[in-house]
């Protein structure tokens, strides 16, 4: 079965420092991944996601994420954070020929001081 | 377009009940997939419906069913609740293909409490 880690469950960052999510996940095949976001009250909403080519996807406000395969790591990175990104981040895995099947990541919640 | 919507949005059941959860697509999109959240298991894949077909599931007892209507609409069932079935209930929606899969949109979300 596939897993998804992400080890930092709680980070704490000051405005314009920069931002390294890891994730990992345990699956050999073909994967599609997919960083989501959710503001405090709000829902689930994309971030990014990587189903091939450039390892390296940019995704909104600012965000990208690099797929490594041989680690199979997804890390989310920001070079300056703002107080509105204070939210929590969840990594996502899906097995190619699984259609919408997601496995979640346990989250890391994001706080940001001004 | 109209998000993804969920009714209701709060539910409290005592246990032994049944619960039926209620979640409409996006316009247009044919895949409707459930997940429970909490705060310990964080979001687990409950089923996924494409064409008013089951088309994947996850690792929940038979008490959670679900179904799809001709309208992509999708109903989630939960009989004889346990406290543990206490949860934020997530339904997403994709436009999907019978081939792949594809960006899935969330809803707000179901809280249930199970007293």
């Known amino acids: 079965a596939q897993s998804v880690s992400q080890h930092n469950h709680h980070v704490i960052l000051s405005e314009a420092a920069s931002l390294e999510l890891g994730c990992n996940y345990s699956?050999?095949?073909?994967?599609?991944l997919f960083w989501y976001v959710q503001y405090p009250g709000q829902h689930l909403q994309l971030l990014l996601k990587y189903f091939s080519g450039d390892p390296l996807v940019k995704g909104i406000k600012g965000f990208e994420a690099e797929f490594i395969k041989s680690k199979f790591s997804f890390n989310l990175r920001k070079p300056s954070v703002q107080w509105s990104d204070t939210a929590e981040y969840f990594c996502?895995?899906?097995?190619?020929?699984?259609?919408?099947?997601?496995?979640f990541g346990s989250g890391t919640k994001l706080n940001v001081k001004p | 377009k109209a998000g993804v919507t969920q009714t209701p949005r709060y539910l409290i059941k005592t246990r032994g009940q049944q619960v039926t959860l209620s979640c409409s697509p996006i316009?247009?999109?044919?895949?409707v997939s459930w997940y429970q959240q909490t705060p310990g298991q964080g979001l687990q894949f409950l089923f996924e419906y494409f064409s008013e077909t089951q088309r994947n599931k996850g690792n929940f007892p038979g008490r959670f069913s679900g179904r799809q209507f001709s309208n992509s609409r999708s109903e989630m069932n939960v009989s004889t609740l346990e406290l543990g079935d206490s949860a934020l209930y997530l339904c997403a929606s994709s436009l999907a293909s019978t081939s792949g899969v594809e960006t899935q949109y969330f809803g707000p979300g179901t809280r249930l409490l199970v007293l």
């Open positions: 316009s247009g999109h044919r895949s």
């Open positions: 996502a895995v899906n097995a190619w020929g699984n259609f919408n099947k997601f496995y």
């Open positions: 699956y050999g095949g073909t994967v599609n």
